[in-house]
């Protein structure tokens, strides 16, 4: 496709609303008026008190926090450590000191599991991951996120979300020690040295600038009877919060047009420094235009059935914690909000819960996944989605989780936890209908113990990853088939958001081609669209089949089908048929042979291979999972670990972006890739089968030379069968049941 062509798509891609709102913004970056408006209020001179809150003083300010007339989440931050110690226990009170000392030695936490020398104060416009340096004097809008003088912004900015404040707070309200407080307002007024108003890199997003007044506000309400907070530095930074609340508003355009977490976030921002900041001047518009962004934003990235439309977990997550914190001081101040943010939480809460893993509390790595967890209020793994979960249940009066250490996050943001309803079934895993699955795109099959993620939706909104019926593979709390995450977003090829592309997902790929064609780092067209629906078998209370396609190689004439068999404690089968395309059954495009590879990632542990057929053991420490491959035409099969392929001629260049994974943003980690490629005329049939349970064993029944049947047994039953050979016939009868499909 042609450069205009290609053009044209993205515009499309964009809408007219969206793309004029972007196109508005680039325009005033490129001429030169956004650099005008910044330069008339660089410097602190512009953001004196008597300027931005005539009539008020830092004393004002000072005691009207003190003495709860501008009231927050809690009161007193250390009136919270008993109720921090009985959640923790001893064990992790040490930790959270532990944790605070090291920030104050200079190493700081990035991204939710990562630590970097920083030094403290912070060495704020550093690259801890490359030393690199950029100018205090550089301009923020003539730069990019990304810049062989810089290298990824991410890991510069990511100090300035101040995310560090919320380990000091905790640490100070186990401990009382004023040598937390008084690190807080060091880093702050050194901030301000460093990064004066609009001027430099760190003023670059006004997202960074939203999570930063998140932070500060914390801050300062959880040190306010400290002996470090004075009238001085609470003045200081009262002004920076209006400073920031400025840059917010400049650039909404920007945000607007992204229609992701940016909005929720500058909203939130907004709302929370009208509420918390009554003195400054317009506070009570930027309430307002809070208020009304975050219901455009709440109401446009969460569906009814409260699945996300940016296509990601993590940020889903990042969307509900800046819900729940706006909801919970809504209600602290008695500010209306519009009903349908709160109806849009619950729905989208029910939604994480049905796709949290109920063992591990741990998600599918689905869509981007950039490192971000700005309530950093747990001893609980980056991963862990618990804590979203309890705080969740808090503030919305939802059933909640058994009591564990996810419950501080709900305690230093609601307080007292009895009043939360208790579920009627603590470890129960939300049930999700066929009808929420067919409209949010995301299926569900299995039990609590063992379950499968299927990923087979239609795009209404710009996709962030090529991975149309993905399918995730849960055991017992451990993910036994993975998503590999994200990594980096402006790393070196193929590093650039790599991690997107079809290839490294657990799905089929033709010719070597993505389902849809990349268009930039984080832009695809050509959108793959997939439909599926999943089935409960007559004595089944879950989900236990799903049945599925997607369009992705339409181009190519060619379509890709997937059934997904989950058996009770036993594993799952997964049938994929590559067929020609019955419109284009004349076309060149679906004739000839074609490349069909399947990938699976596993995870890095012990295996051992066989062959004939291909077969990969794991062994893990609950339980050795059997993957074994077949297919209706003779293919080669590679076991791929961080990039090293046992059979080169399988991956090809490929292979550098196999066999690796990454829990969070910046880390990168070797797991395990499956891989099983045949080039052969359609249609094709690839079978997969895993198992968990070693009663159970996978047989070939060969009726006639060239008709054989896959049988799974437990012990001398059948509990599964299915054809082995390909059939374009791949088609739903009555009852759910499939023509070439069966379940004993």
């Not at 709860?68 to 110690?85: E, H, M, Q, S, V």
């Not at 508003?249 to 229609?259: E, V």
């Not at 209600?331 to 519009?338: F, G, Q």
């Not at 795109?441 to 939706?457: F, K, M, P, T, V």
Request: charge should be neutral; glycine fraction near 8%.
């Amino acid at each position: 496709m042609g450069k205009l062509a290609t053009i044209l798509q993205v515009g499309r891609t964009f809408g007219v609303r969206d793309g004029a709102l972007r196109l508005g913004y680039e325009l005033q970056r490129g001429s030169g008026v956004m650099s005008r408006r910044m330069r008339s209020v660089e410097g602190w001179s512009s953001w004196e008190l008597n300027r931005i809150a005539p009539g008020f003083s830092g004393e004002d300010l000072l005691a009207a926090r003190r003495d709860g007339t501008r009231p927050f989440f809690f009161a007193d931050a250390p009136a919270l450590g008993k109720g921090i110690r009985e959640i923790v226990c001893a064990d992790g009170e040490r930790s959270i000191i532990e944790e605070a000392k090291n920030i104050l030695a200079g190493s700081l936490p990035f991204f939710g599991r990562l630590w970097f020398a920083c030094g403290f104060p912070p060495q704020w416009l550093r690259n801890p991951a490359t030393g690199q340096q950029v100018s205090q004097q550089r301009p923020w809008t003539t730069m990019r996120f990304a810049s062989p003088a810089y290298g990824d912004l991410k890991f510069i900015l990511e100090p300035s979300r101040f995310l560090f404040v919320y380990p000091l707070v905790r640490a100070y309200a186990l401990s009382g020690d004023e040598q937390y407080a008084e690190a807080f307002w060091i880093a702050i007024e050194d901030w301000a040295r460093n990064s004066p108003p609009m001027a430099g890199p760190l003023w670059i997003c006004g997202q960074e600038c939203s999570l930063r007044i998140l932070a500060w506000s914390f801050g300062l309400y959880a040190f306010i009877h400290a002996a470090a907070t004075s009238a001085e530095r609470v003045a200081l930074l009262t002004r920076m919060i209006a400073a920031h609340v400025w840059r917010i508003r400049t650039t909404l355009s920007y945000a607007r047009s992204q229609r992701s977490n940016h909005l929720v976030s500058e909203a939130a921002g907004l709302w929370t420094a009208g509420t918390l900041y009554p003195e400054l001047k317009g506070a009570c518009a930027w309430q307002n235009l809070g208020a009304r962004l975050l219901r455009e934003a709440v109401l446009d990235q969460i569906t009814p059935q409260g699945a996300p439309q940016q296509h990601s977990f993590n940020y889903q997550r990042m969307v509900l914690h800046l819900v729940l914190w706006t909801l919970r001081l809504a209600e602290i101040h008695r500010a209306a909000l519009d009903q349908d943010i709160s109806a849009r939480a619950h729905a989208a809460l029910d939604f994480m819960r049905a796709c949290v893993d109920p063992v591990s509390g741990h998600a599918p790595k689905y869509g981007s996944d950039d490192g971000s967890l700005i309530l950093p209020l747990t001893l609980c793994d980056y991963g862990d989605y618990r804590p979203l979960l309890q705080l969740g249940a808090a503030v919305l009066g939802r059933p909640d989780l058994p009591p564990g250490p996810w419950d501080e996050a709900a305690l230093w943001l609601c307080g007292d936890l009895g009043q939360v309803p208790q579920a009627s079934k603590k470890n129960e895993t939300p049930r999700v209908s066929a009808s929420t699955s067919v409209e949010t795109g995301y299926h569900r099959l299995g039990d609590e113990n063992s379950w499968a993620l299927i990923r087979a939706g239609r795009y209404a909104r710009r996709p962030v990853q090529a991975d149309q019926l993905h399918v995730d593979l849960w055991w017992r709390g451990f993910n036994v088939a993975r998503d590999a995450g994200t990594y980096l977003y402006n790393g070196e090829p193929p590093w650039n958001n790599g991690f997107s592309r079809t290839l490294v997902h657990n799905t089929i790929t033709v010719d070597g081609r993505d389902q849809m064609r990349r268009a930039g780092r984080f832009l695809w067209v050509d959108w793959a669209q997939a439909s599926g629906e999943s089935y409960s078998s007559a004595k089944g209370i879950c989900a236990d089949r799903f049945e599925g396609e997607h369009d992705g190689y339409r181009r190519f004439g060619v379509r890709h089908r997937r059934m997904v068999q989950w058996l009770e404690d036993a594993g799952w089968v997964i049938v994929d048929d590559v067929l020609g395309n019955d419109v284009l059954a004349d076309d060149e495009l679906g004739a000839g042979e074609h490349e069909v590879r399947l990938h699976w990632l596993a995870a890095d542990l012990p295996f051992e291979v066989s062959h004939s057929p291909f077969q990969v053991v794991f062994a893990a420490t609950d339980a050795d999972f059997r993957w074994s491959f077949f297919a209706s035409a003779p293919g080669n099969a590679a076991v791929i670990r961080a990039g090293e392929s046992s059979s080169p001629e399988v991956a090809g260049a490929d292979a550098k972006l196999l066999g690796w994974e990454s829990p969070t943003y910046g880390e990168l980690r070797p797991a395990v890739s499956l891989v099983y490629q045949i080039r052969a005329p359609l249609p094709v049939r690839l079978v997969s089968v895993i198992l968990a349970n070693e009663e159970c064993r996978v047989e070939i029944e060969e009726k006639k030379p060239e008709e054989k049947e896959l049988i799974v047994r437990r012990r001398e039953s059948e509990i599964y069968r299915v054809n082995f050979a390909a059939d374009s016939r791949y088609r739903a009868t009555p009852g759910g049941r499939k023509a070439t499909v069966r379940q004993g």
